[in-house]
């Protein structure tokens, strides 16, 4: 059974960090890639950031220069560093891990900057 949880969310003042984490119940190698995604009130669910089994990554262009994606095998955990955080990228963030042929969600975790 795969599941992913989500934690580091919280409330912090533009220009801060916060560092997102996603456990996974399997190794994330089993995985062909895992993203993190973003979804603010009213707007469509938004890719952010992604890194794929052979260690390929990838960033939207609006965090490009401020978030770093990567991950840890040995804890089954795959993170998103935000720095210089602003008060746009006030959103629930999602994890994603998907095979060839199954994709899973976590249940996301809520980041909010403050002006």
């Known amino acids: 059974q795969v599941q992913l949880a989500e934690s580091g969310g919280g409330l912090v003042q533009t220009g801060g960090s916060l560092t997102l984490s996603c456990v996974s119940s399997v190794n994330i190698f089993e995985f062909n890639n895992m993203n993190w995604y973003h979804q603010a009130p009213g707007k469509e669910r938004e890719f952010v950031a992604s890194?794929?089994?052979?260690?390929?990554?990838e960033y939207t262009d609006s965090v490009k220069d401020r978030f770093t994606v990567f991950r840890d095998g040995t804890k089954k955990t795959l993170y998103l560093q935000m720095n210089s955080l602003k008060p746009e990228d006030t959103s629930v963030y999602y994890c994603?891990?998907?095979?060839?042929?199954?994709?899973?969600w976590g249940q996301g975790t809520q980041v909010t900057v403050s002006s």
């Open positions: 890194i794929n089994v052979g260690g390929r990554i």
């Open positions: 994603r891990a998907h095979t060839l042929s199954m994709t899973y």
